[in-house]
């Protein structure tokens, strides 16, 4: 029994550990965008799609419409999910999606996108603001595998 109680003890711990290596921390450091596939019903990578994104606690996060298919496929179960960095072809590694309802981590996205992306910010930020508090937009959290 007390061996169980320590493997699992320690499968916790490394699993709490996992997130990303030092490569892709300075990867995620240098990149604009991020690349984001989500799985489909047949189990085939969708379409990457461009976006901005905010790195915290060992985590990709982005803010997205509820609406997007992303969103939709977290909905339904298929939370697996492709990040390359940087580019379409760049640096990946695969993820499990999660919608998170979190105003602290918000507002960390959006102080952080004002930093990273200072020319569209400007045209986004109020979008971004409203539709977090409206609902119109939410977060989705990327945890590496």
Same mark, same amino acid.
């Given at each position: 029994?007390?061996?169980?109680?320590?493997?699992?003890?320690?499968?916790?711990?490394?699993?709490?550990?996992?997130?990303?290596?030092?490569?892709?921390?300075?990867?995620?450091?240098?990149?604009?965008?991020?690349?984001?596939?989500?799985?489909?019903?047949?189990?085939?990578?969708?379409?990457?799609?461009?976006?901005?994104?905010?790195?915290?606690? +060992? @985590? =990709?996060?982005?803010?997205?419409?509820?609406?997007?298919?992303? $969103?939709?496929?977290?909905? &339904?179960?298929?939370? %697996?999910?492709?990040?390359?960095? +940087? @580019? =379409?072809?760049?640096?990946?590694?695969?993820?499990?999606?999660? $919608?998170?309802?979190?105003? &602290?981590?918000?507002? %960390?996205?959006?102080?952080?996108?004002? @930093?990273?992306?200072?020319?569209?910010?400007?045209?986004?930020?109020?979008?971004?603001?409203?539709?977090?508090?409206?609902?119109?937009?939410?977060?989705?959290?990327?945890?590496?595998?």
């Amino acid at each position: 029994m007390r061996a169980l109680a320590l493997a699992t003890v320690l499968f916790c711990a490394s699993s709490a550990l996992a997130g990303f290596t030092p490569e892709q921390e300075k990867q995620l450091a240098d990149a604009t965008y991020v690349y984001v596939q989500s799985e489909r019903k047949s189990g085939e990578w969708s379409k990457p799609a461009e976006i901005w994104f905010f790195v915290d606690g +060992g @985590k =990709v996060y982005v803010g997205t419409r509820p609406g997007s298919w992303r $969103v939709k496929r977290i909905q &339904a179960g298929r939370t %697996k999910a492709r990040i390359a960095i +940087g @580019k =379409v072809d760049g640096p990946a590694f695969e993820a499990t999606g999660a $919608v998170v309802k979190d105003p &602290a981590i918000e507002e %960390k996205l959006m102080a952080a996108f004002a @930093k990273k992306y200072p020319e569209g910010w400007n045209r986004h930020e109020q979008s971004f603001r409203d539709g977090f508090k409206g609902g119109e937009r939410v977060l989705v959290a990327y945890t590496p595998r």
